[in-house]
């Protein structure tokens, strides 16, 4: 995150102050750097500027708002998993025309809801799906565009939890499935076959798989487009790695020319999911040090961030790197950065090397994707405050939840 950066022993997010904005806010806090988000999106817009293409912002990496108005005034897509990523897609002001719908599950209501809003794309992910599309598109008397999402069955070398290409997992279908269902959807009535869709997994540090099953996928539409069924659009999902620690992240612009490539002389459109890769390194999240604890051969730094917070650590054993906020000199100690929560899974790092105190603050960096979009109340703790700088500028993008709207939708019953 080069928008990140210590003047006189401060730590500022571009021009701005996160001693100043942990005083003022409060902590866990979250916080963005347009400039870092902004940044991220051009490296794309660069590498594929051969290829025609569309970006679409994979929503569910952080659902803010904000953070989908901004990426809506840049003018990309936007990949969703849900009707509730729908409606804050639309409540943001991004372009249905330019929405594609992913995931298994998707309900009556929530695929009523995205051909009333006129979307670019259903990625169908089963049989039972089609039919379901075609019954819904039928009674409001509507065609549904449809792609498949295909699983090539390459091995994205990534984390098994965020693997999604292998034919084990529960995603997309069987490529060698593809053509019969092609067929069949062109068939029924109230469809209309428009692309072909695949996503191989997360936090993808090798560019071959990313290739391979773009390989596999043009020789799919190659001999779709034999039988006459052609398509508009391939879409070849997200899954760009980030810099977490010391990984060697791919290049975009190799990735940009390989796609290139293989895309010159095709009149299909290239879209494009990245979520990570958008919103990763442009989000940080602050913590207050409460207790540091000491121990026989092991010390914590119990700290006000906890895995409702920030489940990534506990549910992938993920890696983010932890700094102090003000610059100390000292022999660091070794520490276990762990939150509050009654779970032995509720850490943030482990054997962190550290100068702190109690009432420190501390970064915790890397943390715009999957972090505010997958907290939760666990132990009945209201989720963060949100703020966007811009240069000096500071937004507050969503305010601290409290005890009070935490408990808005329950109701005693004696
Ligand atoms: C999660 C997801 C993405 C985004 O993945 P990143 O690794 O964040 O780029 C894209 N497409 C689909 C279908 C997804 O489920």
Same mark, same amino acid.
């Given at each position: 995150m080069n928008t990140l950066h210590r003047l006189e022993g401060r730590l500022l997010l571009e021009g701005v102050s996160l001693d100043a904005l942990a005083e003022r806010f409060g902590t866990p806090l979250y916080v963005y750097s347009r400039q870092a988000l902004e940044e991220a999106y051009q490296a794309y817009v660069q590498a594929f500027s051969e290829t025609p293409h569309l970006i679409c912002y994979a929503v569910k990496a952080n659902s803010s708002l904000a953070i989908l108005n901004f990426f809506a005034g840049l003018g990309t897509g936007f990949d969703i998993v849900s009707g509730g990523e729908l409606a804050r897609v639309l409540a943001a002001g991004g372009d249905p025309s330019k929405i594609v719908f992913s995931g298994v599950g998707k309900t009556a209501d929530e695929m009523r809801a995205a051909i009333k809003a006129g979307i670019l794309c259903f990625n169908v992910e089963s049989l039972s799906e089609l039919?379901? /599309?075609?019954? *819904?598109? !039928? %009674?409001?008397?509507?065609?549904?565009? *449809?792609?498949?999402? =295909? $699983?090539? #069955?390459?091995?994205?070398?990534?984390? @098994?939890?965020?693997?999604?290409? /292998?034919? %084990? $997992?529960?995603?997309? =279908? @069987?490529? +060698? #499935? &593809?053509?019969?269902?092609?067929?069949? +959807?062109?068939?029924?009535p109230n469809l209309k076959v428009t692309g072909i869709d695949c996503h191989i997994g997360s936090q993808l540090i090798d /560019?071959? @798989?990313? &290739? #391979?099953?773009?390989?596999? =996928?043009?020789?799919?539409v190659d001999a779709l487009a034999a039988e006459g069924i052609t398509l508009h659009h391939i879409d070849l999902g997200g899954g760009v790695g980030i810099r977490y620690n010391d990984e060697t992240p791919p290049d975009l612009d190799a990735y940009g020319r390989a796609l290139a490539a293989r895309f010159s002389g095709r009149h299909e459109k290239l879209l494009l999911e990245p979520g990570r890769s958008l919103v990763g390194n442009a989000g940080l999240l602050l913590t207050r040090v409460e207790y540091l604890k000491? !121990?026989? !051969?092991? $010390?914590? +730094?119990?700290?006000? *961030? &906890?895995? $409702?917070?920030?489940?990534?650590? +506990?549910?992938? %054993?993920?890696?983010? %790197?932890?700094?102090? =906020?003000k610059q100390k000199n000292g022999s660091p100690t070794r520490y276990d950065i762990v939150g509050p929560i009654c779970e032995t899974g509720d850490f943030i790092g482990f054997a962190r090397d550290m100068c702190i105190e109690e009432g420190d603050l501390l970064a915790i960096l890397s943390t715009g994707a999957y972090g505010m979009s997958m907290a939760s109340n666990y132990n009945s703790r209201p989720r963060a405050a949100e703020v966007l700088v811009n240069k000096n500028e500071i937004h507050l993008i969503r305010e601290r939840e409290t005890q009070d709207s935490l408990m808005a939708c329950e109701r005693l019953v004696y």
């Open positions: 039919h379901r /599309l075609s019954r *819904v598109a !039928g %009674e409001m008397g509507r065609i549904a565009p *449809v792609s498949f999402r =295909v $699983n090539p #069955d390459v091995d994205p070398k990534t984390h @098994p939890y965020i693997s999604t290409g /292998l034919k %084990e $997992n529960k995603f997309g =279908v @069987p490529i +060698a #499935d &593809a053509p019969a269902l092609y067929r069949l +959807a062109a068939s029924l /560019l071959s @798989p990313l &290739a #391979d099953a773009a390989d596999r =996928v043009l020789a799919l000491p !121990g026989d !051969g092991k $010390n914590f +730094a119990i700290v006000d *961030v &906890a895995m $409702n917070d920030l489940m990534r650590p +506990a549910l992938y %054993e993920a890696y983010h %790197e932890i700094i102090s =906020v």
